[in-house]
């Protein structure tokens, strides 16, 4: 089981950027597809962006193309998630997420392995 552990939250101005980090340890990413998720109060966690193995596949949520990137660093075992043009609907806890070895990219919570504690995200108007 990989461990993770986020990093990079805070609270930001609309229009601003922040970028998360997401570090593994226990087992090297390299093996798993990732993703990280947000929830907000009274809404359902759902994945903004998954990013395969390799890094060569990506998905990201309609809400947040153009303005969000994942990407990783397998080298350092280290996930991220690079998030501009911050709106305060953007606002939710934000959790790094391993998918089961073999998957593309996650889609769906049922597909996460192994969830970080979340890191809180506020984006304010």
């Known amino acids: 089981q990989v461990q993770l552990v986020e990093s990079g939250g805070g609270l930001v101005q609309a229009g601003g950027s922040l970028r998360l980090s997401c570090a593994a340890s226990?087992?090297?990413?390299?093996?798993?597809?990732m993703a990280w998720f947000r929830q907000a109060p009274g809404k359902e966690r759902e994945s903004v962006a998954s990013?395969?193995?390799?890094?060569?596949?990506?998905y990201y949520v309609d809400s947040v193309k153009g303005r969000f990137t994942i990407s990783r660093d397998n080298a350092k075992n280290t996930l991220y998630l690079q998030m501009s043009s911050l709106k305060p609907e953007d606002t939710a806890i934000y959790y790094c997420?391993?998918?089961?070895?073999?998957?593309?990219?996650?889609?769906?919570?049922?597909?996460?392995?192994?969830w970080g504690q979340g890191t809180q995200v506020t984006v304010s108007s």
């Open positions: 997420a391993a998918g089961r070895p073999g998957l593309i990219v996650i889609r769906t919570a049922d597909l996460v392995g192994s």
């Open positions: 226990g087992r090297s990413l390299s093996w798993y597809p």
């Open positions: 990013i395969n193995s390799n890094g060569a596949n990506t």
